[in-house]
């Protein structure tokens, strides 16, 4: 992009990432340098010894997992019945989907908690799966099934005529193909589910239950707010998220691409 670009255009557009990365940066340092003051590095050490933070991080994981599982299956599934195979009122069944999408989460607490209640899934790890499911299953079918019309037609109809079933196409072909973009879906919905306080917080009243974004509660109270301890929780609770960014960051670059390319 520089490269086309003359010398002050340069200098201009070099300055404004350098900004652009200096104010995302800077938050970050803060949180780092702020979470080794007083204690130092014990302040880690005292999050993780003086709270169940592996209980808790067992818990996150499970629901976060799960979670991400039961989207990616929803959605690939919604994007090949859609995109793919295009039964009857499947049109009207994609905008009833997309229009979760226009749902502020906050909205739908009162209703969850009260059909929560009714299934019997309070204080369970459904309680909290769910919810998180229901709610990401509409960027991700939105997402899936404009990478999946983006493939080539005849691809579906050559494995047709070779005598491949619809089920053998999708799962022996399709997933394959879509790898790129359920890295994608996987990253957003698992940064979602792993990030999620509310609901674990109004579903979940079992402490053996609860999962890691609730351990920075445990340095806080009416009269003492323990600002480094509260940040080192926070910095442990993101380690797992830059950790799967970093192991699928290939398949994300190539997911989040495919649309330019195509």
Known sequence: MFSHQRIAGRIISQGLVIIALALLIAPLVMIVVTSVQG????????????????????????VSVSTVVLVLVCSIATAYAVATLRPRGSSVAMVLILGGMTLPGIALVVPLFYAAQLLGFLNTYWAVIVPLTAISIPFGALVATNYVRGLPVELYE?????????????????????????????????????NEYLLPLILVQNTDLQVLTQVPTYFQSQRLVDTPKIFAASVLISLPVVLAYVLMQRLFRQGMSAGALK
């Open 39 to 62: 204690q130092g590095l014990d302040n880690y050490l005292v999050v993780v010894s003086t709270t169940p933070f592996l209980r808790f991080l067992l818990n996150s994981v499970i």
């Open 158 to 194: 050559a494995a047709r005529v070779d005598g491949a079933s619809n089920w053998t196409y999708f799962v022996r072909i399709l997933i394959p193909l879509a790898r790129p973009i359920l890295a994608v879906v996987a990253i957003f919905t698992f940064l979602s589910a792993w």
